[in-house]
């Protein structure tokens, strides 16, 4: 069978590794979309299919999902809507699946506050430019200079790298065991599933269906 049969007879998704991958597996289970397999630690097999629907899943690093997506390369994708801000790629978005539920925030010490009262220029530290830069260029109308980091972003303004960060805020305790303040509130967050555009087109039975057994566990 070539390749494009193939891509046209399986509904292929992309899920993200990491702390979502746990919930979505268990939510994806529930409508039926049973998927666990491809979370098995024992087996370096990244790709999971499953003949009876026809469906395959695998496992991405969360800024892939929607490039995956986008592509074609998968169908479907699950992604945290913080990845699907930042990425902005050409994709529909068509469900809240209601897990992952965080707040994207500015943080810093307290006394950083004042700074973002005023349209002084400050220096942000954050995994998210293009989120941060939205929020500061274009609804705050302050200018900043944005430094992007790959990971514990809280760090920054305790060594001094930077006055405030914009980062996720799940529990608050990261902040809170550090000394940092949720100084401002950028948007909610959870996460959604994204659907490649022409799949939508040529695969929509299909992919209405998945999110109609979705949305019956959601209760929705
Ligand atoms: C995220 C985020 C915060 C933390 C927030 O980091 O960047 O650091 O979780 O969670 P909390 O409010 O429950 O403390 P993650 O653990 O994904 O790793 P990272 O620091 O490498 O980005």
């Known amino acids: ?4 049969q193939e891509d046209m007879e399986y509904l292929t998704f992309a899920l993200t590794k990491g702390r979502l991958a746990e919930k979505t597996l268990e939510a994806l289970s529930k409508a039926g979309l049973d998927c666990r397999e491809v979370l098995d630690g024992s087996s370096r097999k990244l790709i999971f ?3 009876e629907n026809k469906y395959r899943f695998f496992l991405a690093k969360g800024p892939d999902v929607p490039t995956y997506v986008e592509q074609g390369a998968a169908d479907i994708g699950v992604s945290g809507r913080d ?8 994709i529909y978005e068509v469900l809240d699946l209601g897990i992952g539920k965080c707040r994207m925030c500015v943080a810093g010490f307290p006394e950083a506050g004042e700074l973002l009262k005023h ?3 400050i220096r942000v530290a954050t995994k998210y430019p293009r989120i941060a830069r939205d929020y500061f260029h274009d609804k705050k109308h302050q200018t900043v200079d944005i430094i992007k980091l790959n990971g514990s972003i809280e760090l920054a303004p305790i060594v001094g790298l930077s006055d405030v960060i914009v980062d996720i805020v799940e529990t608050g305790s990261t902040l809170r065991e550090n000394g940092l303040v949720v100084l401002e509130e950028i ?3 959870s996460a959604r599933m994204v659907v490649n555009p022409v799949s ?3 695969k929509a039975a299909r ?3 998945v999110i ?5 566990v959601l209760g929705k």
């Open 1 to 4: 069978m070539g390749k494009n």
């Open 49 to 51: 299919t499953q003949e």
């Open 83 to 90: 990845i699907i801000m930042e990425e902005n790629r050409s």
């Open 119 to 121: 349209h002084e220029m």
């Open 187 to 189: 948007c909610f967050l």
């Open 200 to 202: 939508m087109r040529m």
């Open 207 to 209: 992919i209405r269906k």
């Open 212 to 216: 109609r057994l979705l949305q019956g």
